[in-house]
T-cell receptor
Framework: GNSVTQMEGPVTLSEEAFLTINCTYT??????LFWYVQYPGEGLQLLLK?????DKGSNKGFEATYRKETTSFHLEKGSVQVSDSAVYFC??????????????FGQGTILTVHP | NAGVTQTPKFQVLKTGQSMTLQCAQD?????MSWYRQDPGMGLRLIHY???????DQGEVPNGYNVSRSTTEDFPLRLLSAAPSQTSVYFC????????????FGEGSWLTVV
C-alpha cells in the first residue's frame, strides 16, 4: 500500500533559522508528492508539489525536491518567519483508476517559530 | 471564489444523535472526498466519489454514510454519533490526474459528548 512518514515534531525554531522537515514515502504506483500547510484554526492549503522524479516544487521560500532514489520529499526553507508557524503535511497521490483525487498523508509536523 | 464550502464549522452532538456535514464545490470537479483529522494521525480518508452517483469507501468508513446526487454536493452523514467521531472533518475536491491540486474546505470541528 501507500504510506508517508514525516519526521517527529514538534519543531521549534528561532526566526531566520534554517528549516528541514523530512518526508519519506512508499507507493504502489508512480506518485505525485505534495506539501500542505495548515495555519491555526484554518483548513489545508497546498504549499508546493512535484509530479515526477527530480522535480523541485517551490513556493513562499519553501522548496522540496522529488527524490525517487531515496523515496523522499524533504521540505526546506532557508530563513523561517514567525508567520510560518503552522502544521505541515506531506502527502502523495498515485495515478490510475479510482486512485485519482485521493491523498495519503503523513502525520503532520507542528512548526513553531519564535521571534 | 467560493471553492470548497463546508457547513457547519463547529458542532456539538450528543452520543446517538445524527447529523449531516454539508460540502459543496463550484469548480465542476469530478472527484470529491471526506477526510478526518486526528492528532498525530494526519488526515485519513473516510469516503470518496468519482462522480455523481458513484461513491466508495476509504480507510475509515465505519459510522459514516455518503451520497453524491449532483456534481456539486457531497454530504457526509453520521447516523448515530459516537465520542470516537470527535474530530475535524475536511471535504476536498479535484479533477482527474494525480498531479492535480486537491482543494480543501476550511474544516468542520465536531465534538461528540
Amino acid at each position: 500500500g501507500n504510506s508517508v512518514t514525516q519526521m517527529e515534531g514538534p519543531v521549534t525554531l528561532s526566526e531566520e533559522a534554517f528549516l528541514t522537515i523530512n518526508c519519506t514515502y512508499t507507493a504502489t504506483g508512480y506518485p505525485s508528492l505534495f506539501w500542505y500547510v495548515q495555519y491555526p484554526g484554518e483548513g489545508l492549503q497546498l504549499l508546493l508539489k512535484a509530479t515526477k522524479a527530480d522535480d523541485k516544487g517551490s513556493n513562499k521560500g519553501f522548496e522540496a525536491t522529488y527524490r525517487k532514489e531515496t523515496t523522499s520529499f524533504h521540505l526546506e526553507k532557508g530563513s523561517v518567519q514567525v508567520s510560518d508557524s503552522a502544521v505541515y503535511f506531506c502527502a502523495l497521490s498515485v495515478r490510475g483508476g479510482t486512485s485519482y483525487g485521493k491523498l495519503t498523508f503523513g502525520q503532520g509536523t507542528i512548526l513553531t517559530v519564535h521571534p | 471564489n467560493a471553492g470548497v464550502t463546508q457547513t457547519p464549522k463547529f458542532q456539538v452532538l450528543k452520543t446517538g444523535q445524527s447529523m449531516t456535514l454539508q460540502c459543496a464545490q463550484d469548480m465542476n470537479h469530478e472527484y470529491m472526498s471526506w477526510y478526518r483529522q486526528d492528532p498525530g494521525m494526519g488526515l485519513r480518508l473516510i469516503h470518496y466519489s468519482v462522480g455523481a452517483g458513484i461513491t466508495d469507501q476509504g480507510e475509515v468508513p465505519n459510522g459514516y454514510n455518503v451520497s453524491r446526487s449532483t456534481t456539486e454536493d457531497f454530504p457526509l452523514r453520521l447516523l448515530s454519533a459516537a465520542p470516537s467521531q470527535t474530530s475535524v472533518y475536511f471535504c476536498a475536491s479535484s479533477t482527474q490526474g494525480s498531479g492535480n491540486t486537491i482543494y480543501f474546505g476550511e474544516g468542520s470541528w465536531l465534538t461528540v459528548v
